[in-house]
């Protein structure tokens, strides 16, 4: 399988508090994605980092990316209770055409 | 723009009866993909297209069969239901390398 793998599969803090969910991939990709999921809902879009950036920010959300060890990082600072979701890493492969997602990590933001 | 929209929302379904769920997308997006959600877990291909004609399978296949007529349009025909295919099913769309984008989802109950 080329799903790639999440860590944490859960995580609680108090709000305030900074937020760091780990991916790990395979193969050589296009692009690795973050999505954010609440209560099995559709999924929602958050960041895209392609595989020649390795860094990338968007609001309070930040993603690393180090194609050297297949892994991605999605940071989120200063968490709200409305950041409580599960969130999904997806990765583009290269000549594979279609987005594979991990596992997800289960964030609980403890007010 | 509507988006990826999905019907029905919910579906009781006894063993052996088949079924198409429906998917379409306003977006003129190349890319059409299908997913199934399981309690607790991530999401898991089950086939995908990316252009009018074409269509591949993912990493759980089996049981599902999908056809791709117009650009707009990608449905998911069950075959002979099973209870193991009791889900969340999603459709999604993206316009090739890029952000993809879900539909709701179907709630999908084989008893």
């Known amino acids: 399988s080329q799903q790639g793998e999440e860590d944490p599969q859960a995580l609680s803090i108090q709000e305030g508090e900074n937020a760091t969910m780990n991916c790990?991939?395979?193969?050589?990709?296009?692009?690795?994605?973050?999505?954010?999921?609440?209560?099995?809902r559709g999924l929602v879009h958050l960041i895209l980092i392609r595989s020649n950036e390795r860094e990338k920010h968007s609001g309070r959300l930040r993603v690393t990316l180090d194609t050297s060890?297949?892994?991605?990082?999605?940071l989120i600072t200063a968490s709200r209770?409305?950041?409580?979701a599960s969130?999904?890493?997806?990765?583009?492969?290269?000549g594979a055409q279609k987005l594979v997602f991990g596992q997800g990590t289960r964030l609980t933001i403890n007010p | 723009n509507a988006g990826v929209t999905q019907t029905p929302k919910f579906q009781v379904l006894k063993t052996g009866q088949s079924m198409?769920?429906?998917?379409?997308?306003?977006?003129?997006?190349?890319?059409?993909?299908?997913?199934r959600q399981d309690p607790g877990m991530g999401l898991r291909l089950i086939?995908?297209?990316?252009?009018?004609g074409i269509t591949d399978q993912g990493e759980v296949p089996n049981g599902y069969n999908v056809s791709r007529s117009t650009t707009e349009d990608f449905p998911l025909r069950l075959l002979s239901a099973a209870p193991s295919q009791t889900s969340v099913y999603f459709c999604?769309?993206?316009?090739?390398?890029?952000?993809?984008y879900f539909g709701p989802g179907t709630r999908l109950l084989v008893l």
């Not at chain 1, 999505?35 to 099995?40: L, T």
């Not at chain 1, 060890?69 to 999605?74: F, M």
């Not at chain 2, 086939?47 to 009018?52: C, I, K, T």
Request: net charge positive.
């Open chain 1, 81 to 84: 209770a409305a950041d409580t």
């Open chain 2, 47 to 52: 086939h995908y297209s990316v252009g009018a």
């Open chain 1, 69 to 74: 060890k297949k892994s991605s990082s999605l």
């Open chain 2, 92 to 100: 999604a769309s993206r316009p090739g390398v890029g952000t993809q």
């Open chain 1, 87 to 94: 969130y999904f890493c997806a990765t583009d492969y290269q």
């Open chain 2, 20 to 35: 198409t769920l429906q998917c379409a997308q306003d977006m003129n997006h190349e890319y059409m993909s299908w997913y």
């Open chain 1, 24 to 40: 790990s991939y395979k193969t050589s990709i296009n692009n690795l994605q973050w999505y954010r999921q609440n209560s099995g």
